[in-house]
């Protein structure tokens, strides 16, 4: 089962905006339109920001926003607060026997 | 509100089994597909299986397949992971998860709090 690859952490200031990439393959994030975007807060379980590829779901915050070229999908968090500071992970339906496959993860910290 | 609620887990030893289980409660549970995704501590995340709103159809991670089991109950309200001949690489917290659809296509829209399973002699 191969994981997707994101940046393993990424940082910025208060106020600005960071971009967190999530690669694949022809096998699923290039042929689908079925990625995903999760944040997890230590001790908690993971929360559905995004969704094919660009939708957010009711109640997620329009600081987040996802879109895809290619093979790599991406994230980015605009207006950093205090708050977006935990793990991020991607997902992506796949052509393989495992039908899901997730990022790494990312860990953002607001400096 | 959607409430997702596992049990089941603990200390069990190699070689053994063991059986969680997941009461769902706020939505329509017989129009869903479900799933569980697991993670390992200090790890990331690992889909492990799915299985379609009716019960007809089930995938498994190459991980677990042949040793594992999902079902559900819809009457009532319940989905379930049966694993068999668990191995230390098993340890993990095992999310149940709530699918977008019918089917086990989209993406995973409400998480349990999860349930630690520890494989350890």
């Known amino acids: 089962q191969s994981a997707l690859t994101q940046p393993a952490s990424m940082s910025g200031s208060p106020g600005q905006s960071i971009t967190i990439t999530c690669t694949g393959s022809n096998s699923d994030i290039g042929i689908y339109n079925y990625v995903s975007w999760y944040q997890q807060h230590p001790g908690e379980a993971p929360k559905l920001i995004i969704y094919?590829?660009?939708t957010r779901p009711s109640g997620v915050s329009n600081r987040f926003s996802g879109s895809k070229s290619g093979n790599t999908a991406s994230l980015t968090i605009s207006g950093l607060q205090p708050e977006d500071e935990c793990d991020y992970y991607c997902s992506s339906y796949t052509t393989s026997s495992t039908l899901y496959a997730f990022g790494t993860g990312t860990r953002v910290t607001v400096l | 509100q959607v409430q997702l609620v596992e049990s089941g887990g603990g200390v069990v030893q190699p070689g053994t089994s063991v059986k969680l289980s997941c009461v769902t409660s706020?939505?329509?549970?017989?129009?869903?597909?479900m799933h569980w995704v697991r993670q390992a501590p200090g790890k990331g995340l690992d889909w492990v299986a799915a299985i379609w709103a009716d019960g007809s159809t089930k995938s498994y991670a190459d991980s677990i397949k042949g040793r594992s089991t999902i079902s559900r109950d819809n009457s009532k309200d319940t989905l379930y992971l049966q694993m068999n001949s668990l191995r230390a690489d098993d340890t993990a917290v095992y999310y149940c998860v709530r699918g977008s659809g019918y089917d086990w296509i989209g993406s995973f829209d409400n998480w349990g709090q999860g349930t630690l399973v520890t494989v350890s002699s």
């Open positions: 094919d590829v660009r």
């Open positions: 706020g939505f329509n549970f017989k129009t869903h597909g």
